[in-house]
């Protein structure tokens, strides 16, 4: 009987590996792949027919954009090679921006207290990125969690919108491509979907230029800057080296005094506060970058108000600040 009873877990186990080609290849000395369950034939590359996920989510992980997935794109704990900062603009004070820099350098450059640990006070960039970066849920991102040291597929170079197939505003088990442990670790109700919250957190993301501004002194200098130096200088009026808040939301540039500025400025405030009170209501969801009125930034407006590029800056800027003021802190 006990030889009968290893022979059967001798044939389970080698069921296991033929029902999972990516554990059979590893079995066999060949390294483990990222995205190894869509690799049907396995040949360790993933074409765009193997490929699960949207368009846009395989263009993402095709770094070399040849239309299939291979070699470093699969390798667990590769990254892309990340644009230089002269590359980096800076377009808006409220736009979560997504981080690209997961190196040494990149690590570096946010630790600016150098304590060997990224915190949220640090992080001026996309909260999603934050979140997938923070393995142990710690609320801060360590060296090894940032150079994914410990091998963990977070998938952290997608995004939830992405992800997310089939428009239901939450990411299946299906729909996820990093490991099984990590979708575990962000859903943090256990349902068996993560929602937007889960991935991002509640509230409002950090004032930008607080955020920034690392030294609390209401000015931010190059060294706090993490875009290009070519977007600082844009900003940068008096050529002090320093950016003041209205330098760095682009304010002190704006024609604010004219009469289309002006009367973009009261509609944006006004349209601003609704959408983020909705939003807070409705869904609880920070999503100033996914409204639609400022696609346009044209609500309201009237040829007797004076150009419309004039009157679109001011309700521009005045939509970003009203629904910050609407949807509230956390």
Known sequence: MVRKSAFIVVLAALAALAAHPAAAAQGRGRAAIRFAEMDRNNDRTIARAEWTGSDRS????????????????????????????????????????????????????????????????????????????????????????????????????DRFENLDLNGDNRVSRNEWHGTAARFTALDANRDGVITRVEMMGPGAPPELFSSVDVNRDHVITTDEWHWSRASFDARD????????????????????????????????????????REDKQQTGVWDLEGQRELEQADSGYDDRFGPRAEYQAGYREAFRRGYREGFGQR
């Open 237 to 276: 009026l008096d050529r002090n080296g320093r950016l003041t808040r209205e330098e760095f939301n682009g304010v002190a540039s704006q024609p604010s005094t004219s009469a289309a500025f002006r009367a973009g400025r009261e509609r944006g405030l006004v349209e601003g506060r609704e959408a983020g």
């Open 58 to 157: 395989f263009a993402i992980h095709d770094w070399n954009a040849d239309g299939k997935l291979s070699g470093d794109e699969v390798r667990v704990g590769a990254e892309r090679q990340p644009p230089t900062t002269d590359d980096r603009t800076f377009d808006s004070q409220e736009r979560e921006y997504i981080f690209d820099d997961w190196t040494a350098r990149g690590f570096t450059g946010l630790d600016h207290n150098r304590d060997g640990r990224i915190t949220r006070d640090e992080w001026h960039f996309d909260r999603e990125g934050f979140r997938r970066a923070d393995h142990n849920g710690d609320g801060v991102v360590s060296r090894a969690e940032f150079l994914t040291e410990d091998q963990q597929d977070d998938d952290r170079e």
